[in-house]
Nanobody, 123 residues
Framework: QVELVESGGGLVQAGGSLRLSCAASGRTFSRYGMAWFRRAPGKEREFVAVISWSGGNTACADSVKGRFTISRDVAKNTVYLQMSSLKPEDTAVYYC????????????????WGQGTQVTVSS
């Protein structure tokens, strides 16, 4: 059973930065794809960024390009989302998710989800 535990959310002023962490356990993740999604109040869930566990291939949504960076630490089994130049519209619950293969992640197919961490950006 894969467990994903997010941390690092909080309240930050516009223009500030936060780093979210997702600690993964329960499997060997060498072929996995890991991603971050977010859901703002009253809105649909939105893809943020994805990374391949083994090769470090990444992609991100246009809305966060140049401001957010996804990375992973293989030794710590942890995926990060570094968020900079935050805007009020980035306010959402951020979810970590995992796919058993990066190709599935790129195709939008996710197998495991974390509980989420709240990010609130004040203007």
């Amino acid at each position: 059973q894969v467990e994903l535990v997010e941390s690092g959310g909080g309240l930050v002023q516009a223009g500030g930065s936060l780093r979210l962490s997702c600690a993964a356990s329960g499997r060997t993740f060498s072929r996995y794809g890991m991603a971050w999604f977010r859901r703002a109040p009253g809105k649909e869930r939105e893809f943020v960024a994805v990374i391949s566990w083994s090769g470090g291939n990444t992609a991100c949504a246009d809305s966060v390009k140049g401001r957010f960076t996804i990375s992973r630490d293989v030794a710590k089994n942890t995926v990060y989302l570094q968020m900079s130049s935050l805007k009020p519209e980035d306010t959402a619950v951020y979810y970590c998710t995992a796919s058993v293969a990066y190709s599935r992640a790129v195709a939008g197919q996710y197998d495991y989800w974390g509980q989420g961490t709240q990010v609130t950006v004040s203007s």
